[in-house]
C-alpha cells in the first residue's frame, strides 16, 4: 500500500518532483494545444519524439512528463550533449547496455550537435536492434532549442517533432505557473511561503520574461523563500533576480543556482549535499561553488 505523504520522512521521499501530464496545467490555447499534442503522442508511444522551443521553456519537464506517462519504456536515461565529450560513443552504448530495450533516452541539448552525434546514436541504437531477438527498441526524446538542429535527426529517425511556445505566446498560463512553483518551493523547503496575491501576479504576468519558464520559475521562487526568511518585499525581490539573470546571460546560457533557495533546501535535508543537489539539478561541486 501507498504511504501518505505525512507518513513518508524526508529521506524516504523522491529526489525531485516529477510531474505528470495531468499535473500540467494550461489556460491559453496555444499551450492547451501542445497538451493534446503531449497526449496523443504519449498514447502512440512513439519510438523518438522531438520537442523544439525556446531555451527555458521547460522542454526537460516536459521530457520528463512524457517519461512518466509511458508503461513501456519506464526507465529515463539523459545524455547531455552540452557536456558529451570525445567519449559519447562509448556513454551512448553504455546508457543502451544499462537500460536495455525498456527505456527512455532523452537527448538533452540537441542544438549543440554538429550532426555526428545523432549519426553515431542511430548506428549504436541499430546494432543494438541486431543483437535483440525482437521487440520494440529504447525510445528517444530529442530536447532542442534550434529547429535547424533537428534535421539530422529527422533523416535518420521517424520522429514525432511537437513545437513549445514561448512565454510570450502563453501569458495566460503565468498564474498557474506561480501557483505550481509556490506549491513546489514549499515542498522543497518545507518553509510556510505565502502565495503571491492577485495583484502581484497581473504584474508578473505583464513582465518581459526573456528567459522564459526557467527565468520565471527562479525569480519567484527566490522571491517565496526571500520573503519567507527575511520578510523582503516580493516585487522587489523578483526585479534583482531579473537583473541577476539579465547579467548572468552575457557570460552563461543558464541561470545560475539560486544560493538562498539552496542554503534553504540543504538546511531542511540536514546538510546532505547529495539530496540536495539532485533536487536542485545540480552536482555536489556546483551546489558547494554555490554556497561559498
Known sequence: TLKSSKSVGKSERPPTIVPTLDDLVFQSEATQKLLRSLKTTAAKNSSCIILQGPAGSGLSTLATALCAESQTHPVTTILDL??????????????????????????????????SACVRIA???????????????????????????????LQHFEADVITVPSLDQSRNDIPNLVQRFTRECQEL??????????????WLSGLDWPG????LRA?????????????????L?????????????????????DPILAAQLLETLNHDYRAAAARLGCSVPQLQEVLR
Not at 133 to 143: E, K, T, Y
Not at 189 to 200: G, I, Q, W
Open 237 to 257: 525581490s523578483v526585479e534583482e533576480q531579473r537583473e541577476v539573470w539579465l547579467a548572468t546571460q552575457q557570460v552563461s546560457r543558464d541561470f545560475p543556482i
Open 82 to 115: 552540452a557536456r558529451a565529450g570525445a567519449d559519447l560513443p562509448e556513454r551512448a552504448w553504455g546508457l543502451l547496455m544499462r537500460g536495455g530495450n525498456r527505456q527512455t533516452i532523452i537527448v538533452d541539448h540537441a542544438e549543440f550537435d554538429d550532426g
Open 123 to 153: 548506428e549504436l541504437l541499430q546494432n543494438n536492434s541486431n543483437l535483440q531477438s525482437g521487440g520494440a527498441g529504447p525510445r528517444l526524446i530529442v530536447l532542442c532549442t534550434d529547429p535547424a538542429a533537428t534535421r539530422p535527426w
Open 219 to 235: 525569480c519567484v521562487m527566490h522571491a517565496l523563500v526571500d520573503g519567507a526568511i527575511s520578510d523582503t518585499d516580493f516585487k
Open 212 to 215: 522564459q519558464t526557467k527565468q
Open 189 to 202: 523547503t518545507d518553509l510556510k511561503v505565502r502565495h503571491p496575491s492577485a495583484e502581484t501576479v497581473s
